[in-house]
């Protein structure tokens, strides 16, 4: 598993926890994310935009 800065790592913690709450809700779409690895990639995500130093994504092929 994948070690992260503390500010990315909390990050992916408050997201996980809006996840399982069903509060958590992906991008233009609106509908309610329920994927652990999509909740994970939003934390990270949100902590890029933050500056926190996380590094680039993985590219899909």
């Known amino acids: 598993m994948a070690k992260y800065p503390a500010k990315a790592q ?3 913690k408050e997201t996980m926890h809006e ?3 069903g509060k958590l809700k992906s991008g233009k779409s609106d509908k309610k994310v329920t994927n652990s690895k999509q909740a994970i990639a939003i934390g ?4 890029r935009k933050e ?4 590094p680039k994504k993985a590219s899909s092929k």
């Open 51 to 54: 500056g926190a130093k996380v």
């Open 10 to 12: 909390e990050k992916v």
């Open 19 to 21: 996840m399982k709450e």
């Open 44 to 47: 990270l995500s949100e902590a």
